[in-house]
C-alpha cells in the first residue's frame, strides 16, 4: 500500500510551510462511497494540484474543485460542515459527487461529467458537441496518473467501482463521431 501523499499548503504564521496529510480522509472517503483511493488523489492532483485553498477563475473551491451549487447540495446530503475548504469535507462532498456521476454516466463518461457538468457531458454524448478542450486535457491527465502510478495505488476490497485501468480504454471520449454524431464503430 502506498503512504498517501501530504500536501505542501501556504506558510504558516510562522513561515514554516504548512503539509496537510489527507489520507485518512480519502481513505474514509473511499470506503464511505466506494470510489478507489487512486481515483481521488487523481483527481486531487489534477482539479487542485493538492492545495487546499484553491479557487479557479470560475468559483470552484477546495482540493476537489466543486462548484458552490455542488458543494451546498452535497454538503447538505451528507451532512458535512459549513467551510468548503474545510480537506475531510471537500474530500467527502467531491468523492460523493464523483461516484453520483460514476454512476449516472459509467467508466467512459464520469470524469467528464465530474469537469465539465452533467449538462455540458449530456450535449457531448447526445448531440456530439465537443467537449471544452480542457475536459479532454483533463481526462487524459487523470488517465496518465493512474496508468503511470504517479497517484497511490492503494488496492481496495470488494469495491463496487471497476478498476481503474480498465475503463481508459473502452472510454468513447476520444472516439472519432460518425455521421450521426455518434461514435463510429
Keep these: ?27 474514509e472517503a473511499a470506503q464511505r462511497f466506494g470510489i478507489p483511493e487512486q481515483w481521488i488523489y487523481a483527481v486531487v492532483r489534477a482539479e487542485s494540484a493538492g492545495r487546499i485553498s484553491a479557487v479557479s477563475p470560475t468559483g470552484a473551491i477546495g482540493l476537489m474543485q466543486l462548484m458552490p451549487g455542488t458543494w451546498s447540495r452535497q454538503r447538505t446530503l451528507f451532512g458535512l460542515g459549513t ?17 453520483e456521476m460514476y454512476d449516472n454516466y459509467g467508466p467512459s463518461g ?25 475536459t479532454r ?3 487524459t491527465s487523470i488517465a496518465t496518473m ?15 467501482v471497476q478498476r481503474a485501468r480498465a475503463f481508459w480504454a473502452r472510454s468513447e471520449l476520444f472516439a472519432a463521431r460518425g455521421d450521426a454524431g455518434r461514435p463510429a464503430s
Design 83 to 99: 467551510d468548503p475548504f474545510d480537506p475531510r469535507d471537500n474530500i467527502l462532498a467531491g468523492t460523493s459527487y464523483l461516484r
Design 110 to 134: 464520469f470524469l467528464a461529467a465530474y469537469n465539465a457538468g452533467p449538462g455540458r457531458y449530456e450535449q457531448w454524448r447526445d448531440r456530439g458537441r465537443p467537449l471544452p478542450a480542457e
Design 137 to 139: 486535457a483533463y481526462v
Design 1 to 27: 500500500m502506498s503512504a498517501a501523499p501530504a500536501f505542501p499548503q501556504a506558510s504558516s504564521e510562522r513561515g514554516q510551510p504548512e503539509t496537510v496529510d489527507i489520507g485518512s480522509y480519502v481513505a
Design 146 to 160: 493512474l496508468q503511470s502510478g504517479s497517484a497511490p495505488t492503494v488496492v481496495i476490497g470488494a469495491s463496487p
